[in-house]
């Protein structure tokens, strides 16, 4: 016993005092290989302080692979106006998860602070690995090929996608292959996808439903526009994904074809009141293809529907009586007319052959010809406002604001243009603004 206690001291104390490594401080380096540390400070409240570590170190191994990368597709990069960073960042993570198997633990070490562990990759392998990647890909994506050439349809453009995100990882080396498989014809693989996209696309055509469609300003309720989908033989396409716009910063609605080549869109927001507008359909090609970015410049397949915007004809007749005298200076009525001159651009006719027909009634009275114990004239003010369709007659809108008070200290007749005045002001803010939503039906 008096030996084996000494033997145990100096054990631990050996082991509470083993030298820290070199590759601390000085990362290795070696031929054929990329090298990688990861620290961890203690103490740690994750739940894997080695596995933090690993990660840490597979982080620095592929910013080495980084380097490389972007060094080897630089060429591909400039050839094909890609973003390097976007583009480099994508194939390093790729190219990292080929290689998590072959990545080997060399050392790890554990201070009072700090948990360093040490990983290397050999770059042969690495390579290896790429290769035998680059060769499963190229025989994914001329499988896709054959598919995405065999019949013409939507699903064509999910194909040439595919194939196009097989190859893309390994495009530093030129993929030049045999297509169609046993034709002796030698193509490049990433240049006959984006040529084969290009010449798909172009065979859509769109074809507007109307050419010219004529409408009332703000009246889009029951206004439909139509576009039909096409190739070049007129055969129509389905599940195309379609955009419709009058402002191109502003894409309202978006659909798919039907079965027919049809899709159906709404009126667009229209910003203003020019009489002649253009309506935009254009093939949405972002959800057509992935990896735009990766095809290059892509045809862009629009059509255009003139659309003739035509102020709306209102009729308006407000009856406001003050006190029992029809008012000889109205309050109403103007604040209804500029709302709908100001929104609508509206034109207003003085018979019922309109597109919308305002009526509406508007009421003061008193309480007394004298002012109450405070000195104060009150006046209630009542306002009833019916907005129908002129064509069918049809009830839109109905409101009304009852004993609205209006006060002064001087008469009944202030007191009741405080009241018309109120009564106007309630109109603004809590009557029109939901004329905009129910007229457009949106």
Known sequence: ???????????????????EPGWISNQPHAENYWFGIGSV???????????????????????????????????????????????????????????LPNIEIVDSYESE?????????????????????????????????????????????????????EIAPYMDVHIQEEYPVGSGKIVNLYSYIKVLANTSINRFRLVPNQETVEMKLGFSRDIQLGIKIVDDSSAPIENVPVNCYIDENEKDSFALSDADG?????????????????????????????????????????????????????????????????????????????????????????????????????NTRSNSDTANDFGIYQVFGDVTITISNGETGEEILKKSFNKVQGSDFQSNTEAANQSLKKMSEKITEDFLPGIIELIKGK
């Not at 016993?1 to 030298?19: G, Q, T």
């Not at 190229?138 to 065999?150: C, I, P």
């Not at 667009?268 to 090609?285: A, G």
């Open 1 to 19: 016993m008096r030996v084996i206690v000494p033997i145990i001291f100096l054990l631990l104390f050996s082991c509470s005092n083993h030298p």
């Open 262 to 362: 049809q899709c159906i869109f709404p009126v667009p927001s229209i910003t203003d009141d020019k009489p002649i507008q253009y309506v935009n359909f254009e093939v949405n090609m972002d959800e057509m293809i992935e990896s735009t970015q990766l095809f290059g410049v892509l045809p862009q397949i629009q059509a255009q529907s003139i659309l003739k915007v035509i102020p709306p004809q209102i009729f308006i007749q407000i009856s406001e009586n003050n006190l029992g005298e029809a008012t000889a200076n109205p309050y109403i009525q103007p604040v209804i007319m500029e709302f709908f001159s100001q929104h609508f651009s509206a034109n207003f006719v003085d018979n019922n052959d309109a597109d919308l027909i305002i009526i509406g009634t508007v």
């Open 41 to 99: 400070e203690k103490p740690y409240y994750g739940s894997d302080i080695r596995e933090e570590a690993r990660s840490k170190a597979l982080n620095e191994i592929a910013s080495q692979i980084s380097v490389d990368v972007s060094a080897s597709f630089e060429k591909v990069i400039t050839e094909h106006n890609l973003s390097l960073d976007e583009f480099a960042k994508s194939i390093v993570q790729t190219r990292v998860d080929n290689n």
């Open 113 to 165: 602070s700090r948990y360093y562990l040490l990983a290397k990759l050999s770059q042969s392998i690495y390579y290896e690995t790429i290769e035998k990647k680059r060769r499963n890909a190229v025989k994914t994506a001329l499988g896709l090929l054959d598919k995405a050439e065999s019949e013409f349809n939507i699903q064509a453009f999910s194909f040439l996608s595919e194939a196009m995100n």
